[in-house]
Every structure is written in C-alpha cells, then in structure tokens.
T-cell receptor, first 114, second 116 residues
Framework: GNSVTQMEGPVTLSEEAFLTINCTYT??????LFWYVQYPGEGLQLLLK?????DKGSNKGFEATYRKETTSFHLEKGSVQVSDSAVYFC?????????????FGTGTSLTVIP | KAGVTQTPRYLIKTRGQQVTLSCSPI?????VSWYQQTPGQGLQFLFE???????NKGNFPGRFSGRQFSNSRSEMNVSTLELGDSALYLC???????????????FGPGTRLTVL
C-alpha cells in the first residue's frame, strides 16, 4: 500500500542552524510528493512539491528533491529562523481509479530558538 | 482568490450530541476532503467528495458522514459524539481532475471540536 514515514520529533535547533527532516515513502505507481507546514492554531499550508523523479521543490529557502531510487523526499533548509517553528508534514498523492488519494506522515515538530 | 474557509472555528459539545461542520472550497475546486487531526493519531483521512459524490472513504465509523452541494461546499456531520471525537477537523480542496498526479490540496484553518 501507500504510506509516508517521516522522522520523529520534536526537533530543536538554534537559529541559523541547518535543518534536515527525513521523509521516505512507499507507493504504487508514480506519486507526487509534498511538504506541508502547520503553524500553531492554523491549518496546513503547502510548502513545496515535486511531481516526478529528480524534481526539486523549493520555497522560502526550503528544498526537497524527489529521489526515486531511495524513495525519499527529505526537507532541508540551510539556515533556519525562529519563524520556521512549526509542524512539518510530508505527503504523497497517487493516481487511482477514483481520483487522487493523499497520504500524510505523522508530522515533525520543529522549534527554533534564538 | 479566497482560500478554503471553515465554520465554525471552535465548537464545544457534550457526549451524545451531534455536530455539523461546514467547508467552502477555493472557487473552481471540485474536490473536498476531510481529515481528523489529533495529537496521538496525526492526520487521518475521513472522506473525499467530488461533484456531490463521495469518492473515497477512510476507516471511520458510520457516525461520521458528509455531503457536498452543487456549489462544491461540503458539510461533515458527526452523530452521537464521543469524547474521542475531540480533534481539529481539517477540510482541504483541490481541482482533482481524474488521473492528474499534479493535484495539490489546499487546507482551511480547521474547526476545533471539543467534546465534554
């Protein structure tokens, strides 16, 4: 079946540190991959996405590369800020006969301290 | 374009009651999905509606139901509320063309339901 596994949190980093949040997936067919971010008290916001192998999604200094050979989509940022403190969700969608089905990881909480 | 809106934002109910949550998708989006988010279980898929028909369903009991109207607005209903139904209920909309692997879901702010 389809599933997403992301690294357990919480993650605590100092401002300007390098961030990596690991995400691996299992999927049939050719999924699209996403990172969503959830700030306290809010819904999920799309952070970036990649729709095929070797694509790199990027936004607000965050990047993730769709690696088919390792079934991974790790999120990275070179220098985190306090405002990046949030919960990050990795997700995939696959084509099925009845449309698109989304699968989400359990979320990784990030806290950035000044 | 206006984003996904959900009403109400907060609800407090007691066990045994029923509740209806509402979601208005982004204009032009025909698919609406509902998720339950709890600290212990994360984000769990409830169901998806497309063109007024339930297209996909997660593993929730029949107390959880929904519908979609011709303008793509969707409602979710939970009957006979239990304490464990306390959660953030998120709605997401997408264009959801069949067979499109580039589809993206856009989320509303959620409805926080507390069952006492």
């Amino acid at each position: 079946g389809n599933s997403v596994t992301q690294m357990e949190g919480p993650v605590t980093l100092s401002e300007e540190a390098f961030l990596t949040i690991n995400c691996t997936y299992t999927a049939t067919g050719y999924p699209s991959l996403f990172w969503y971010v959830q700030y306290p008290g809010e819904g999920l916001q799309l952070l970036l996405k990649a729709t095929k192998a070797d694509d790199k999604g990027s936004n607000k200094g965050f990047e993730a590369t769709y690696r088919k050979e390792t079934t991974s989509f790790h999120l990275e940022k070179g220098s985190v800020q306090v405002s990046d403190s949030a919960v990050y969700f990795c997700a995939l969608t696959t084509r099925i006969n009845t449309g698109n089905q989304f699968y989400f990881g359990t979320g990784t909480s990030l806290t950035v301290i000044p | 374009k206006a984003g996904v809106t959900q009403t109400p934002r907060y609800l407090i109910k007691t066990r045994g009651q029923q509740v209806t949550l509402s979601c208005s998708p982004i204009s032009g989006h025909r698919s609406v999905s509902w998720y339950q988010q709890t600290p212990g279980q994360g984000l769990q898929f409830l169901f998806e509606y497309f063109s007024e028909t339930q297209r996909n369903k997660g593993n929730f009991p029949g107390r959880f139901s929904g519908r979609q109207f011709s303008n793509s607005r969707s409602e979710m209903n939970v009957s006979t509320l239990e304490l464990g139904d306390s959660a953030l209920y998120l709605c997401a909309s997408s264009l959801a063309g069949y067979g499109s692997s580039t589809d993206t879901q856009y989320f509303g702010p959620g409805t926080r339901l507390t069952v006492l």
